[in-house]
């Protein structure tokens, strides 16, 4: 009988530690994915970022982490943001994500591919108010971009190479 408490004992310590550690391990993951951050924006509190009247020249990119060719593209926008950024050129990542999936996919992603640039995530259901707010040209599909400063701006409804975003950046450069 002593013999099946003491075992029963040592089996209960063992569990226990062994749930101990998944915890531990769990809260590791959290704070790994924790120094990573999206902001959520409506539409409404979105819009000033679309509208900046200051020096800059601004790339602003509506993508999504289930969108392939928005995903193809993203390294020609960090390459834009890293080479340019000593030309007053400033790169936006507007995520049109599922919210609910910020922590399980975007976040993650964010991490896996280490993107630089500013990522925000536009939680706005008025998808109708928005799309032609944003372009009335605007049919809804992504990838769009738009490059503006405080003179003009151009929107594209197109996926772009590395060559093409650069040459359609040059001409507010320039």
Do not use: H
Not at 116 to 125: F, H, I
Not at 128 to 137: A, G, L, P, R
Request: with cysteine; net charge positive.
């Amino acid at each position: 009988m002593k013999t099946k408490l003491l075992i029963g004992c040592f089996l209960l310590a063992f569990i226990v530690s062994c749930k101990k550690e998944t915890a531990n391990s769990e809260v590791k993951k959290t704070e790994e994915i924790s120094n990573i951050s999206v902001k959520s924006y409506s539409y409404d509190e979105l819009k000033p970022l679309l509208e900046k009247k200051d020096d800059k020249i601004y790339v602003v990119n509506f993508w999504a982490t289930w969108c392939a060719p928005c995903v193809k593209e993203l390294p020609y926008f960090e390459k834009i943001n890293k080479e340019y950024a000593s030309k007053n050129v400033e790169v936006l990542l507007v995520s049109l994500d599922f919210p609910r999936q910020v922590e399980k996919k975007l976040i993650p992603f964010i991490k896996k591919r280490n993107l630089q640039s500013k990522v925000v995530l536009l939680d706005d259901v008025n998808e109708d108010v928005w799309i032609k707010d944003i372009d009335s040209t605007w049919s809804g599909a992504i990838p769009i971009t738009i490059i503006y400063n405080k003179d003009k701006r151009k929107f594209y409804e197109q996926s772009f190479t590395y060559e093409s975003l650069e040459s359609e950046l040059n001409k507010f450069i320039n």
